[in-house]
């Protein structure tokens, strides 16, 4: 792995320049979508997606944390997302669950302290089980069990607050905000609305976050499932809802009202695909484009929504354009477009006439 810089770490202690006075003072920006760009570059395997990269190529962990970090994300969240004991159960491997966890919470705090003017936050993660079932009680001492352990490594680690995402039934969020809270650390609370527009356990997702609200989660919202166009109106009725700050993490991809998550796209165009639908490996012709994603950061900036960022799909390109549309220069906005150079496109006064005057023929 890469020596760490050189410069003492910036140390912060909780509350202390925080998630909350963060959120008070503007947006803070989140960059998920960990698994679904490492399964891209070939560093884990769709279908179980476990994160086996923290352990077999954590230097690619860690670049892609610097690359959000670069991109501006104001948050480092270690990459334990499905790394949880159902899935490593899976795949046959749940001796790797604590050396995993433990890993992937290093690498984000490393991350972070590469970068000290900024000094993000490190945020641990749960997610859902895949375990919980409504019909059976035993369940639920199950599934707080499974989040006591990690959110325990991930109070260890000293991160700054824990994120609970893409859960699909109340009951379960309330489980997991339950165990966040005995941390004593803040709790965003993320919720994954599919197809019926309502939480598997048949409540609104307006009134879950009220009620995740009351139990003192921090941050309520909506993460992954839903593209930009199909999360924005359930938005609106969580913002009306609650009074802490909203998150929305949506998929960088064009989901409609008739397929309103990325699970349900259709690509009957391509003659090639292994499945009928095109989750999760053809999702391609349906990426949102940065100019989207930035449109998306502002319109929900301007709706109320303050913790904003991507999920499954999402790339660094993403994360910078939803952060210069809220107004930041971010380190790698040095790389920002500028097509006024490009040979043909530009409009550069050095630029050779002939190229330009062939622009239409491009
Ligand atoms: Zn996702």
Same mark, same amino acid.
Not at 221 to 226: F, K, V
Not at 291 to 307: C, T
């Given at each position: 792995?890469?020596?760490?810089?050189?410069?003492?770490?910036?140390?912060?202690?909780?509350?202390?320049?925080?998630?909350?006075?963060?959120?008070?003072?503007?947006?803070?920006?989140?960059?998920?979508?960990?698994?679904?760009?490492?399964?891209?570059?070939?560093?884990?395997?769709?279908?179980?997606?476990?994160?086996?990269?923290?352990?077999?190529?954590?230097?690619?962990?860690?670049?892609?944390?610097?690359?959000?970090?670069?991109?501006?994300?104001?948050?480092? *969240?270690?990459?334990?997302?499905?790394?949880?004991?159902?899935?490593?159960?899976?795949?046959?491997?749940?001796?790797?669950?604590?050396?995993?966890?433990?890993?992937?919470?290093?690498?984000?705090?490393?991350?972070?302290?590469?970068?000290?003017?900024?000094?993000?936050?490190?945020?641990?993660?749960?997610?859902?089980?895949?375990?919980?079932?409504?019909?059976?009680?035993?369940?639920?001492?199950?599934?707080?069990?499974?989040?006591? *352990?990690?959110?325990?490594?991930?109070?260890?680690?000293?991160?700054?607050?824990?994120?609970?995402?893409?859960?699909?039934?109340?009951?379960?969020?309330?489980?997991?905000?339950?165990?966040?809270?005995?941390?004593?650390?803040?709790?965003?609370?993320?919720?994954?609305?599919?197809? $019926?527009?309502?939480?598997?356990?048949?409540?609104?997702?307006? *009134?879950?976050?009220?009620?995740?609200?009351?139990?003192?989660?921090?941050?309520?919202?909506?993460?992954?499932?839903?593209?930009?166009?199909?999360?924005?109106?359930?938005?609106?009725?969580?913002?009306?809802?609650?009074?802490?700050?909203?998150?929305?993490?949506?998929?960088?991809?064009?989901?409609?009202?008739?397929? $309103?998550?990325?699970?349900?796209?259709?690509?009957?165009?391509?003659?090639?695909?292994?499945?009928?639908?095109?989750? $999760?490996?053809?999702?391609?012709?349906?990426?949102?484009?940065?100019?989207?994603?930035?449109?998306?950061?502002?319109?929900?900036?301007?709706?109320?929504?303050?913790?904003?960022?991507?999920?499954?799909?999402?790339?660094?390109?993403?994360?910078?354009?939803?952060?210069?549309?809220?107004?930041?220069?971010?380190?790698?906005?040095?790389?920002?477009?500028?097509?006024?150079?490009?040979?043909?496109?530009?409009?550069?006064?050095?630029?050779?006439?002939?190229?330009?005057?062939?622009?239409?023929?491009?």
């Amino acid at each position: 792995m890469k020596a760490l810089v050189k410069e003492s770490p910036v140390t912060k202690t909780n509350g202390d320049n925080g998630l909350l006075e963060r959120l008070e003072a503007g947006a803070v920006i989140c960059a998920e979508g960990y698994l679904f760009e490492l399964e891209r570059r070939g560093y884990l395997q769709a279908g179980a997606f476990v994160p086996e990269a923290v352990l077999d190529h954590p230097e690619i962990v860690s670049q892609m944390h610097r690359e959000f970090l670069r991109a501006g994300s104001d948050v480092v *969240e270690a990459f334990t997302y499905y790394g949880h004991r159902e899935k490593l159960r899976l795949i046959g491997k749940e001796d790797k669950l604590e050396p995993l966890q433990k890993n992937a919470l290093a690498l984000a705090r490393a991350a972070a302290d590469e970068f000290p003017d900024a000094a993000p936050l490190v945020a641990g993660n749960i997610c859902n089980t895949n375990i919980y079932d409504p019909a059976d009680a035993d369940t639920e001492r199950e599934v707080r069990e499974m989040f006591d *352990e990690q959110v325990a490594w991930a109070a260890e680690a000293g991160v700054d607050y824990v994120i609970a995402e893409t859960i699909e039934f109340h009951r379960e969020a309330e489980i997991a905000l339950e165990a966040i809270r005995a941390t004593g650390l803040p709790a965003v609370v993320t919720l994954a609305v599919h197809k $019926p527009g309502v939480l598997r356990d048949d409540v609104a997702p307006a *009134e879950s976050c009220r009620r995740l609200e009351q139990a003192g989660a921090a941050v309520v919202g909506l993460n992954c499932a839903r593209g930009p166009a199909t999360m924005t109106g359930l938005l609106a009725e969580i913002r009306k809802a609650v009074a802490c700050p909203v998150a929305a993490l949506p998929v960088p991809y064009r989901t409609t009202e008739d397929t $309103p998550t990325f699970q349900s796209l259709e690509d009957p165009g391509c003659a090639h695909l292994p499945s009928e639908g095109a989750f $999760p490996t053809a999702l391609d012709p349906f990426v949102c484009n940065r100019y989207e994603m930035a449109a998306f950061a502002r319109e929900a900036f301007d709706a109320g929504v303050r913790y904003l960022g991507v999920c499954c799909g999402g790339a660094p390109h993403h994360v910078r354009a939803m952060a210069e549309a809220l107004g930041r220069r971010v380190p790698a906005s040095r790389y920002s477009p500028d097509i006024s150079k490009h040979y043909a496109l530009g409009s550069d006064a050095s630029l050779k006439q002939v190229n330009r005057d062939y622009v239409d023929e491009l």
